[in-house]
């Protein structure tokens, strides 16, 4: 897996999601606390997205977050990645434990 250089323009972010999953809901609530501007595209609302999200990720279930070509995976693994410090380079971002503030 390769981290874009920190400081060039941050990869697209897309979590395919539904609007009643909880899990989708705690995905959002982790982007959304680290001001991660993201594209969510609603399995249900969009006839093709579904057929979509399963041939690039391989599963079915939502959410399904990418970070440029990178699939992170669910919201388990997009937690997991958090807490092992790989999500902030992942977004061209200084490690956590290095940012000022
Ligand atoms: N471990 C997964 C669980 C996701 C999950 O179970 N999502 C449900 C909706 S809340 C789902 O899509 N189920 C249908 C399926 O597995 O095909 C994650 O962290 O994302």
Do not use: K
Not at 18 to 26: I, K, L
Not at 44 to 53: K, L, N, S, V
Not at 71 to 81: I, R, T, Y
């Amino acid at each position: 897996m390769n981290a874009p250089a920190v400081g060039g323009n941050p990869p697209q972010v897309v979590m395919y999601a539904t609007d009643w999953c909880p899990y989708c809901a705690r995905a959002r609530q982790l982007l959304e606390s680290r001001q991660v501007v993201f594209q969510e595209i609603d399995i249900e609302a969009a006839p093709e997205a579904r057929a979509e999200m399963q041939r690039r990720s391989g599963r079915t279930s939502v959410p399904q977050i990418f970070i440029g070509d990178v699939h992170v995976g669910g919201c388990d693994d997009l937690h997991a990645l958090e807490a092992r410090g790989g999500l902030e380079p992942l977004l061209g971002r200084p490690p956590a434990s290095n940012r000022r503030g």
